[in-house]
């Protein structure tokens, strides 16, 4: 089954909580939160619910100029309307979510990484995917300007204020192996945080061997039934 995007809510700006509204509906979902938090020294976030159920953290960076860049992850969200729900023990944060279909439903993230530059035209994440056709998903955030330009495999699916957001591939990456997603904006302070995350695998295989197995043994029983059959008309012949 392949991955494809879901639906994508940018969740504002706010103290805590941050409560915002996320839809998401098919099969096999993954629910995806990118954060920026307004402040230094380490990142205010305490936890983030949607539907009351708690989203994982796959990894933060902290920002050349003290932002903190974070991205969260839920497995099998409810399906419907439900809220997201980001507490804080102080500050702002600045919040998009996006959901996806046809992903695997265990083993998240497939991979992840960070980055950051100072006073630099460009950031570049990348990392080493596992699985083949997996998606790449971020969390970005720059100083300032117009919104930055995007390298291959990078697409902007929700940019706020021009410069802070969530990115991902918009599409499967194959075959599996480096990949990177990048931005670029004249010299800018920037954060960034990618991960993989890879399809849902129907167990074919599995079945089919089980199938095989069923049916040499119907084969053979078959067989042992036909032969007995014909001796026995051949006796009474």
Same mark, same amino acid.
């Given at each position: 089954?392949?991955?494809?995007?879901? &639906?994508?809510?940018? +969740?504002?700006?706010?103290?805590? =909580?941050?409560?915002? %509204?996320?839809?998401?509906?098919?099969?096999?979902?993954?629910?995806? /939160?990118?954060?920026?938090?307004?402040?230094?020294? %380490?990142?205010?976030? *305490?936890?983030? *619910? @949607?539907?009351?159920?708690?989203? #994982?953290?796959?990894?933060?960076?902290?920002?050349?100029?003290?932002?903190?860049?974070?991205?969260?992850?839920?497995?099998?969200?409810?399906?419907?309307?439900?809220?997201?729900?980001?507490?804080?023990?102080?500050?702002?944060? @600045?919040? !998009?979510?996006?959901?996806?279909? +046809?992903?695997?439903?265990?083993?998240?993230?497939?991979? @992840? *990484?960070?980055? #950051? !530059?100072?006073?630099?035209?460009?950031? *570049?994440?990348?990392?080493?995917?596992?699985?083949?056709?997996?998606?790449? /998903?971020? %969390?970005?955030?720059?100083?300032?300007?117009?919104? =930055?330009?995007? +390298?291959?495999?990078? @697409?902007?699916?929700?940019?706020?204020?021009?410069?802070?957001?969530?990115?991902?591939?918009?599409?499967?990456? #194959?075959?599996?192996?480096? $990949?990177?997603?990048?931005?670029? $904006?004249?010299?800018?302070?920037?954060?960034?945080?990618? &991960? %993989?995350?890879? =399809?849902? /695998?129907?167990?074919? =295989?599995?079945?089919?061997?089980?199938?095989? #197995?069923?049916?040499?043994?119907?084969?053979?029983?078959?067989?042992?039934?036909?032969?007995?059959? /014909? $001796?026995?008309?051949?006796?009474?012949?």
């Amino acid at each position: 089954m392949a991955i494809a995007f879901d &639906a994508a809510t940018d +969740g504002g700006a706010g103290g805590s =909580p941050l409560t915002f %509204s996320h839809t998401c509906s098919g099969e096999n979902r993954i629910l995806f /939160v990118a954060c920026v938090d307004d402040t230094g020294g %380490s990142s205010l976030i *305490t936890g983030i *619910t @949607y539907a009351g159920v708690a989203m #994982t953290k796959i990894a933060g960076v902290q920002t050349p100029t003290d932002r903190w860049v974070t991205l969260w992850y839920l497995i099998a969200p409810a399906t419907g309307a439900n809220n997201v729900v980001i507490t804080l023990s102080g500050g702002m944060v @600045y919040a !998009a979510a996006a959901s996806y279909t +046809g992903a695997k439903q265990s083993g998240v993230p497939d991979a @992840y *990484t960070s980055n #950051t !530059a100072s006073n630099a035209p460009s950031i *570049t994440c990348t990392l080493t995917t596992i699985a083949d056709n997996c998606w790449l /998903v971020g %969390s970005f955030k720059m100083v300032y300007g117009t919104t =930055p330009s995007s +390298g291959a495999n990078t @697409y902007q699916r929700l940019t706020a204020d021009y410069n802070r957001g969530l990115l991902d591939s918009n599409g499967a990456q #194959t075959p599996a192996g480096s $990949k990177s997603m990048s931005l670029s $904006k004249n010299n800018q302070w920037w954060g960034m945080v990618m &991960a %993989s995350f890879a =399809p849902y /695998v129907v167990s074919g =295989p599995a079945n089919l061997k089980s199938l095989n #197995t069923n049916l040499k043994a119907n084969i053979k029983s078959y067989n042992t039934n036909l032969i007995a059959n /014909v $001796k026995s008309i051949n006796t009474n012949v």
